[in-house]
């Protein structure tokens, strides 16, 4: 097992990482709870496969435990599910003293989390991240959400964990479509910010060479992103780096109704178009749009998502009759440097028109 520290002021937690630790939860939930009570929220699919080994180890360990079960998809991500998960650990006795133990993918972790955020003014909580997305990305890092009508993770807080969890043993039950997404994050962080993983990558070759090194692969973009959190926890300059691929992504996953394309799917796509505009601009060095695209295809995940003009716009808050207005991009230079530069939405469609 590798462990790492998020040094946050006040906030500090550690994060373990390997093969196995899901049943010793228990241990590292008792050392960071004031109370004797936990509650566990996890989804349906996540509880018949894990749930049972992460109670016996809460129990283990002298908890009084309950577990609230959602159902599985972005779906329990509404006000609707999370008011009931309050009512529910209400009804359970939760007090201020006591935990949540948040075990599933980051429909599970950013609804706890923000549950934990705000019931009774906020209590302590642990994440147990079950897929590969929420453990090298959503975990890590305190931004706790529930979706509103309006948009994605419109209602928030950032609330740190007080410590998180990873079994890398979980992701051998993820579908291989799961599996995808999650490498498109960690493929991101290759691009971002480390050059030797994304030559990693390429040369582990699929989902089965990278879970023969999984323990190191998932250590060294928890640590990443670790590095990024702790240097701007609260998202108001360096942490924009983690948004490379995101906003035109974010063009594919609106236009698929948050359903068609997974994140990762839409994320991929999103780092190609987003460095074969680097690369006309002159920002990106040519031939970095290739490295991306044959790693994308080697994770099975799309290289290009055919969308209209029209949804980019939408996406990227272009209105027919309005200015253009400045939105921070995320480029890379080079395959493990990136940086933040200042476009307007019209230059960037007209970019997105010449290259597509
Ligand atoms: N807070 C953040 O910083 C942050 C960052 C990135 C993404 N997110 C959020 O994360 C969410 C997506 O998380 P996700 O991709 O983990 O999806 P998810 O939580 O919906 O999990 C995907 C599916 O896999 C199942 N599953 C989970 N673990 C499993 C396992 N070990 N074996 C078999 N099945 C398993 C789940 O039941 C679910 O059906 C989105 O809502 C997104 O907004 C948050
Ligand atoms: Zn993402």
């Not at 039950?173 to 999650?182: A, E, I, K, M």
């Not at 290289?303 to 027919?320: C, F, N, P, R």
Request: hydrophobic share 40%.
């Amino acid at each position: 097992m590798k462990t790492l520290e998020v040094r946050l002021p006040g906030k500090e937690y550690m994060i373990e990482i390997g093969s196995g630790t899901l049943s010793q939860a228990g241990r590292t939930v008792r050392s960071v709870a004031r109370g004797n009570k936990a509650a566990l929220i996890t989804d349906k699919t996540v509880d018949a496969i894990y749930g049972d080994m992460v109670r016996q180890s809460l129990k283990d360990e002298g908890f009084d435990l309950f577990t609230v079960l959602v159902e599985p998809g972005e779906g329990s991500k509404s006000m609707g599910v999370y008011s009931e998960v309050c009512e529910r650990l209400l009804e359970g006795g939760l007090t201020r003293k006591d935990i949540i133990v948040a075990l599933g993918g980051g429909v599970v972790g950013d609804l706890a989390g923000f549950v934990a955020a705000t019931v009774l003014r906020g209590v302590d909580f642990v994440q147990i991240p079950t897929t590969l997305l929420s453990q090298v990305d959503s975990s890590v890092g305190g931004k706790v959400a529930v979706n509103l009508n309006a948009g994605k993770n419109l209602a928030g807080a950032f609330h740190q964990a007080r410590a998180v969890v990873i079994d890398t043993d979980c992701l051998e039950t993820l579908p291989d479509r799961v599996f995808s997404d999650g490498m498109a994050e960690v493929i991101k962080y290759g691009a971002i910010e480390d050059a030797g993983l994304f030559q990693r990558l390429s040369t582990l070759g699929g989902r089965p060479g990278v879970m023969s090194e999984i323990e190191d692969v998932v250590y060294t973009c928890v640590d990443i992103k670790r590095r990024i959190v702790e240097a701007d926890e609260k998202d108001e300059g360096g942490r924009m780096v983690l948004n490379f691929g995101h906003t035109l992504g974010h063009a594919y996953e609106k236009s698929g109704g948050y359903s068609r394309y997974t994140h990762g799917e839409a994320v991929a796509a999103g780092m190609v178009l987003i460095a074969k505009i680097g690369e006309e601009t002159g920002m990106t060095r040519k031939g970095c749009t290739d490295q991306l695209r044959s790693i994308i295809r080697m994770y099975g995940l799309p290289e290009s998502i055919d969308i209209g003009l029209e949804e980019y716009a939408k996406a990227v808050g272009v209105d027919k009759k309005a200015e253009g207005s400045m939105i921070n991009l995320i480029f890379i230079e080079d395959i493990g440097k990136a940086v933040i530069r200042k476009m307007d939405t019209g230059s960037l469609m007209e970019f997105i028109g010449r290259v597509e």
